[in-house]
């Protein structure tokens, strides 16, 4: 049922202050006088020790729900101090790439049943590691055959590209690095912002979900356009992927995800007066380097659309120069869940100005369940 509104995914990106909230829903507890502030995943209480007490963390999906694992490995690195390494499913089962009985394998999947995620899990246990799951779907393949994991609970998910799934699937994850970090005295007031933060996030979404119109606005702009480059870097390098999925996958529209980092070392010569650049610029510790690169593409006369912390437009954008898209500013690592919604927006604008199916674009499926 689509309520309100036109399109599955249309729905599906405005209800996300909803499926956030209940995606921590039970899990969240606020702490008192005398308790501290803490996170609760009942699917992991029983496995938290010998999590820790693995070698490394690996992250394996497809998709959209590769960049949402990308989005948070920054946090689980620094709250777990693991290392935390990334696998997409094909690519490791291509390589049959080591995993061992000390690796804590975690597969990120919306559906559960993606055949190349499940092979890898099969492969994971055959190689005796810990499998865990984070899931939308109860009683998929992946839940069921996962040795414990976390339900995202983001409710059923019908539009081909993933929105609130996704945003879901990082808070499941910040929530897991609070979980995994534990509670050392040293990260506390860390912890806590960022607990205080999770609360916050589902107002903050609504407040960024105003931007609709200025997307649409943006989205005619773009509408003729054959590329659209986005880049970032740290905990929104992740961002840039998933806009630029989103844009490719059902505005039809070539788009690409850079890290801001790697600019010099080959995107910088597409940079021209005419190809369209997205800049994800928002305030966390990359933001003077991210203010660097803007110049250095703003001085090879780059077409910017700057997304910058609610309020810092002068810091991104001197003198009105680029269009800047402003919102709110959250806790470092939950700010790829603000940030990817205004691309979300603009990925679906784009499709319904362009003529195409937003819900069903062509040749792709909802859940690939053939290798
Ligand atoms: C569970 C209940 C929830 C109830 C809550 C009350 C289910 C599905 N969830 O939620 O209805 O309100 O207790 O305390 O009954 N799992 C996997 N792989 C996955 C995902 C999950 O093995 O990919 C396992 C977990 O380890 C756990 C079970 O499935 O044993 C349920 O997981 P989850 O729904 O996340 O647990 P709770 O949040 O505790
Ligand atoms: C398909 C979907 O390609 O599978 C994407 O169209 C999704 O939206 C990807 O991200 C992975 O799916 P899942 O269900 O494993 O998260």
């Known amino acids: 049922n689509k309520g309100n509104y036109e399109h599955y995914m249309q729905k599906e990106i405005h209800e996300q202050p909803e499926s956030l909230t209940t995606t921590m829903r039970g899990r969240l507890i606020r702490g008192g006088s005398c308790k501290a502030k803490s996170v609760l995943l009942g699917g992991l209480k029983d496995h938290l020790k010998t999590i820790r007490r693995s070698r490394r963390i690996v992250f394996i999906g497809c998709g959209t729900s590769y960049n949402a694992a990308l989005a948070a490995r920054p946090i689980l690195e620094e709250l777990s101090g693991m290392p935390v390494t990334m696998e997409v499913a094909s690519d490791l089962l291509d390589r049959q790439g080591p995993i061992y009985r000390e690796d804590t394998t975690v597969f990120v999947s919306q559906s559960g049943e993606t055949a190349d995620t499940l092979q890898a899990l099969h492969y994971a246990r055959e190689n005796g590691a810990l499998c865990v799951g984070i899931t939308n779907t109860v009683s998929s393949a992946i839940a069921r055959n996962t040795h414990c994991g976390v339900h995202i609970n983001a409710g059923c ?60 606005d943006l989205a005619k702009l773009l509408i003729a356009e054959q590329s659209l480059l986005m880049f970032g870097r740290g905990y929104n390098y992740a961002t840039a992927l998933e806009g630029a999925l989103k844009v490719k996958e059902v505005a039809l529209m070539h788009s690409e995800g850079i890290l801001a980092g790697e600019m010099k070392h080959g995107p910088l010569a597409l940079v021209d007066e005419n190809l369209p650049i997205v800049v994800i610029a928002t305030n966390d ?63 679906y604008h784009l499709t319904v100005l362009r003529g195409y199916n937003v819900d069903q674009p062509r040749n792709l499926a909802k859940s690939v369940t053939t290798q």
């Open 157 to 216: 998910e019908i539009g081909v590209a993933s929105t609130k799934a996704y945003t879901s699937q990082i808070v499941v994850m910040a929530m897991l690095s609070l979980v995994i970090g534990g509670d050392t005295i040293s990260n506390q007031a860390r912890r806590e912002a960022i607990i205080d933060g999770l609360f916050d996030l589902p107002n903050k979404v609504r407040e960024v979900l105003k931007l609709d119109q200025e997307m649409k």
């Open 285 to 347: 510790a990359c933001f003077s380097k991210q203010q660097s690169v803007i110049q250095q593409l703003r001085a090879r006369k780059g077409r910017l659309i700057v997304m910058c912390s609610k309020g810092e437009a002068s810091l991104v954008s001197p003198g009105g120069s680029s269009r800047v898209i402003e919102v709110p500013l959250v806790e470092d690592c939950l700010q790829p869940v603000v940030n990817i919604v205004p691309l979300q927006l603009l990925a």
